[in-house]
């Protein structure tokens, strides 16, 4: 499975950006997918998730301002984030095949490569 990222970049805060994320898994369908970013000198974190049935959970830093969905027979994922703000700015990578452990995710076996968003003030 290769998952391909993009659609990062630099804006102004309170802007929006649409990162994509086009996977060549035939299991995209069946699988939860995840956006996780990662800051300089920070722990990557996950930032939005969808179940195979469409089921979404968010960072509670985001909550409000992006929105996950995803596109089966385009086998492709999105993020939609709108107010950005500076502390948003990160590599924001998608991963597929997440594992849910009760109410936490656990990432999966297959990354995309990164996509910058920076966030300017």
């Known amino acids: 499975v290769q998952l391909q990222a993009c659609g990062g970049g630099l804006v102004q805060a309170g802007g929006s950006l649409r990162l994509s994320c086009a996977s060549s898994g035939s299991t995209f369908s069946i699988n939860a997918i995840g956006w996780y970013r990662q800051a300089p000198g920070k722990q990557r974190e996950l930032v939005a998730v969808?179940?195979?049935?469409?089921?979404?959970n968010y960072a509670d830093s985001v909550k409000g301002r992006f929105t996950i969905s995803r596109d089966n027979a385009k086998k492709t994922a999105y993020l939609q984030m709108n107010s950005l703000k500076p502390e948003d700015t990160a590599v924001y990578y998608c991963n597929q095949d997440l594992r849910r452990y009760g109410t936490d995710w656990s990432w999966g076996d297959y990354w995309g490569q990164g996509t910058q968003v920076t966030v300017s003030s």
């Open positions: 969808i179940s195979a049935g469409g089921i979404t």
